[in-house]
């Protein structure tokens, strides 16, 4: 997977360019995990690491608080739903789109009329999804740690990458593992600073500057609706 690793490194977005945008994603991730899964971090492993990754961006403590209680109110307004959308941009560039809404209507007909404006076309369940990996990513702190025994200690567990930035350590691994590997890193006392998940691209599409520059003007339109959580694609951005 190195050559998806290094379009990661490559993929900028603006799209956790603000804080308050930030801390929205955050409440609205927070508020869907006490609802399906309880507000006790020690029975929530999901929640456990979004209040990791909140206070890594210093969330303040009441804005946590406040999203976990909104997900123990059973009112309309706080009943988020996790919706995938999938579709092609401008010359047959794939488009992911992660979105967090509490009305379908409203995100699909705003979603459906950003890729129709904009020369894109949105597909059906499945037409694009296959063409990227899932993955999830753990940063923590490198001292006391050796690089090397945690990768092949974690091997087994569905580690497949792991490097080494300044004072910390970064591990991926496919989605499905996320579990197994912030338990393992739990029970061994190893601090986790952040923890997240991405959908990279298994091919990468070069185009020229201004078809790029084509497929960034809808990926950008779609990127300020409120309800977008993340957007990916499998354009080349190591080229701008």
Not at 133 to 149: G, L
């Amino acid at each position: 997977m190195g050559r998806a690793f290094e379009f990661r490194k490559a993929r900028k977005l603006k799209r956790w360019s603000t804080v308050s945008k930030t801390f929205t994603r955050l409440s609205k991730e927070i508020i869907i995990s006490v609802k399906e899964n309880g507000n006790n971090p020690s029975n929530n492993s999901k929640l456990r690491a979004l209040i990791q990754n909140a206070k890594a961006v210093n969330m303040p403590k009441d804005n946590i608080e406040r999203a976990i209680k909104k997900g123990n109110n059973n009112t309309n307004d706080e009943d988020y739903k996790e919706i995938l959308f999938e579709g092609y941009g401008p010359h047959g560039v794939a488009i992911l789109i992660e979105t967090v809404t509490n009305n379908n209507n409203r995100t699909v007909a705003n979603i459906r009329s950003y890729f129709n404006k904009l020369n894109g076309t949105l597909g059906i369940a499945g037409s694009v999804e296959f063409m990227f990996n899932h993955i999830c990513n753990f940063r923590v702190r490198s001292e006391n740690i050796d690089p090397e025994e945690i990768g092949l200690e974690f091997i087994d567990l569905g580690l497949e990458e792991i490097e080494v930035k300044n004072n910390e350590v970064l591990l991926y691994a496919p989605f499905n593992n996320f579990g197994s590997i912030q338990k393992a890193l739990e029970l061994k006392n190893i601090e986790i600073i952040s923890c997240n998940f991405e959908r990279i691209p298994k091919n990468i599409l070069s185009i020229s500057s201004d078809k790029r520059d084509e497929v960034l003007k809808l990926i950008e339109k779609i990127d300020e609706d409120e309800d977008v959580q993340n957007i990916y694609s499998n354009i080349d951005y190591s080229n701008n």
